[in-house]
């Protein structure tokens, strides 16, 4: 996780934006890839915010 970025923002298949917290069940497996379009947050807040949904599990 770079600094103080711990949730990752992912794109999935089908273009949800879905954002994982590092508690979360695939969090380890998710890779970001910023030319996807994927990101790093600061927290669940600020990916809310940016209009990205919690992970399902």
């Not at 949800?16 to 069940?25: F, V």
């Not at 497996?29 to 030319?35: E, F, M, N, R």
Request: aromatic content about 12%.
């Amino acid at each position: 996780m770079p600094g103080n970025y711990p949730i990752k923002g992912n794109i999935n298949a089908k273009g949800e934006k879905i954002y994982h917290a590092p508690w979360s069940k695939h969090y380890a497996a998710t890779k970001i890839d910023t030319s996807k379009g994927e990101r790093w947050f600061c927290s669940e807040a600020e990916a809310k915010a940016a209009g990205w949904r919690a992970a399902c599990r």
